[in-house]
């Protein structure tokens, strides 16, 4: 028998060399009535940020969203479809519980769960287990006790339940995000690896705007892949800007990334601001300089080419997801009608 580790620390190594940090999700959400073009019930699944599958009230059948997850076959279709109606039935049971919890007869209310695993480029894994309701976090499975927290008083009754002697919600929990979670995972970057680990090197544009009394630089970094990337201002060649605002990574249409960080500064004469970028698909970072005389400027990462692009910013995913991380556990959905671990897809 496999013995279990803990999620939340470096203990589990595995014999595939991986040459990317990779996540696999789940995202629930079922709620009260359909509106705002929200079916009743959907499921979505993402390796990393890319969308893998998808599950609705509407179709009633799990469908592959890239060409990759189709090798899978017809009978992996067919059984992850027969799973997601069965997490739609417990979706809609979820929401009505936790309305009749809050005293609630009506009106838009929505419940979410997410579960899944990421397996880092070192071979470390970490799970998720995570539950809210109206866009606030419900309850938690903290991986370091395999115990559910409430994080509203409204889940203490199921939270009770579930970590009872007779439930131990959290250990099914924990064998599913050890073992079978990460197991499909591998097989799905095994299948899209050329997808999911594609270089594509970032494009930036440099640009300012005059304030009353100071200045605010703009470096827009977009086009690149995979997500992760660092990027800041530079004072003179050293990390020395007091303060930026940085946005979140956003994705843009073709699967690349984009992301926008902008400084407050007061120019002095002599002073020289760049925008520093480093990024996997780079052999060296880049250093981008802002020139005062022009106002904006477009450079590419070898600094020759004149791209004439707009970046195209995304509202975000489509559909009510939530999401948290904390040092100290990870949580995921709220439900207290089941808690079988078979409920999760594969």
């Not at 479809?81 to 838009?108: C, L, P, Y």
């Not at 009770?160 to 002697?165: H, I, T, V």
């Not at 079978?180 to 591998?186: A, F, N, S, T, V």
């Not at 594509?200 to 630089?217: C, F, G, I």
Request: aromatic letters at 10%.
């Amino acid at each position: 028998m496999r013995r279990m580790f803990p999620l939340i620390v470096l203990l589990l190594r595995l014999s595939a060399v991986y040459s990317d940090s990779h996540s696999l999700r789940y995202y629930e959400t079922a709620v009260s009535a359909p509106g705002f073009g929200i079916p009743e019930y959907s499921s979505v699944g993402y390796v990393d940020d890319r969308e893998i599958a998808n599950y609705n009230s509407d179709s009633r059948i799990d469908r592959p969203s890239v060409e990759w997850m189709k090798k899978l076959g017809d009978d992996f279709w067919e059984r992850n479809t027969q799973i997601a109606r069965r997490n739609e039935a417990r979706g809609r049971r979820n929401v009505k519980i936790a309305m009749e919890r809050f005293n609630q007869s009506g009106g838009f209310h929505s419940y979410q769960w997410m579960v899944g695993c990421e397996l880092d480029d070192d071979g470390s894994i970490t799970g998720y287990n995570q539950h809210g309701y109206d866009g606030g976090e419900f309850m938690a499975l903290d991986t370091r006790t395999w115990t559910f927290i409430a994080t509203m008083s409204q889940a203490q009754i199921s939270t009770q339940r579930w970590n009872s002697p007779e439930v131990q919600a959290g250990e099914s929990y924990r064998n599913y995000l050890e073992n079978e979670c990460i197991e499909w995972l591998k097989i799905y970057v095994e299948n899209g690896r050329e997808d999911l680990e594609r270089r594509v090197r970032p494009q930036v544009k440099v640009s300012a705007r005059d304030e009353e009394d100071a200045m605010t630089l703009h470096c827009l970094v977009y086009g690149f892949h995979p997500r992760h990337v660092d990027v800041k201002w530079m004072k003179n060649g050293v990390d020395d800007v007091p303060s930026y605002h940085t946005t979140h990574v956003l994705p843009n249409p073709d699967g690349t990334y984009q992301i926008r960080v902008s400084a407050e500064v007061i120019p002095k004469e002599g002073d020289s601001y760049s925008c520093y970028v480093d990024h996997s698909s780079l052999g060296a970072p880049l250093s981008i300089v802002w020139e005062p005389e022009q106002r904006s400027a477009w450079v590419t990462p070898v600094v020759v080419a004149v791209v004439a692009v707009a970046a195209v910013l995304l509202g975000g995913l489509g559909f009510l997801l939530y999401r948290r991380r904390s040092a100290g556990y990870k949580t995921t959905s709220t439900s207290d009608t089941s808690s079988e671990s078979n409920s999760a897809k594969a």
